[in-house]
């Protein structure tokens, strides 16, 4: 949704942080068709990578300087692709928490990123049961 105003340095951070949110709970299709799309939406075209091989401490520290609006939009975003599958497990979390803590996203703010993604999902969802009928 906001992907496209970051730059390429953030877009490839946020890409790279995302697999590792994709594929730390072990269930990676929702999140797949996801990272697909936000891959079309930023313009790129990124392949997925071994979120093994990521390193997320030096991800965070490569968009630290970045303006709080492209930070806010990088955890909005990767809110949005633990979101996903609407579960959560203790890694999802734990990789929100380091991301949010290291891009100084407040918990106020963090608290409205996060309740606008399940929003729009939701809204999303519902419609989509509408259209199904």
Same mark, same amino acid.
């Given at each position: 949704?906001?992907?496209?105003?970051?730059?390429?340095?953030?877009?490839?951070?946020?890409?790279?942080?995302?697999?590792?949110?994709?594929?730390?709970?072990? *269930?990676?299709?929702?999140?797949?068709?996801?990272?697909?799309?936000?891959?079309?939406?930023?313009?790129?075209?990124?392949?997925?990578?071994?979120?093994?091989?990521?390193?997320?401490?030096?991800?965070?520290?490569?968009?630290?300087?970045?303006?709080?609006?492209? *930070?806010?939009?990088?955890?909005?975003?990767?809110?949005?692709?633990?979101?996903?599958?609407?579960?959560?497990?203790?890694?999802?979390?734990?990789?929100?928490?380091?991301?949010?803590?290291?891009?100084?996203?407040?918990?106020?703010? *963090?608290?409205?990123?996060?309740?606008?993604?399940?929003?729009?999902?939701?809204?999303? *969802?519902?419609?989509?049961?509408?259209?199904?009928?």
């Amino acid at each position: 949704m906001l992907l496209d105003e970051l730059t390429m340095e953030e877009k490839k951070a946020f890409w790279n942080i995302a697999n590792v949110l994709a594929s730390v709970d072990g *269930r990676v299709m929702e999140e797949v068709s996801i990272l697909n799309q936000y891959n079309e939406e930023m313009g790129v075209n990124f392949a997925f990578i071994d979120a093994s091989l990521v390193d997320v401490k030096k991800e965070i520290e490569s968009i630290k300087s970045s303006s709080l609006r492209s *930070r806010k939009i990088v955890y909005f975003e990767l809110f949005g692709v633990a979101y996903a599958d609407t579960e959560f497990d203790d890694s999802e979390k734990a990789v929100l928490d380091e991301v949010s803590s290291g891009l100084g996203i407040t918990g106020d703010d *963090r608290e409205v990123l996060e309740q606008s993604v399940r929003t729009i999902y939701d809204t999303y *969802r519902k419609i989509g049961e509408v259209l199904d009928v």
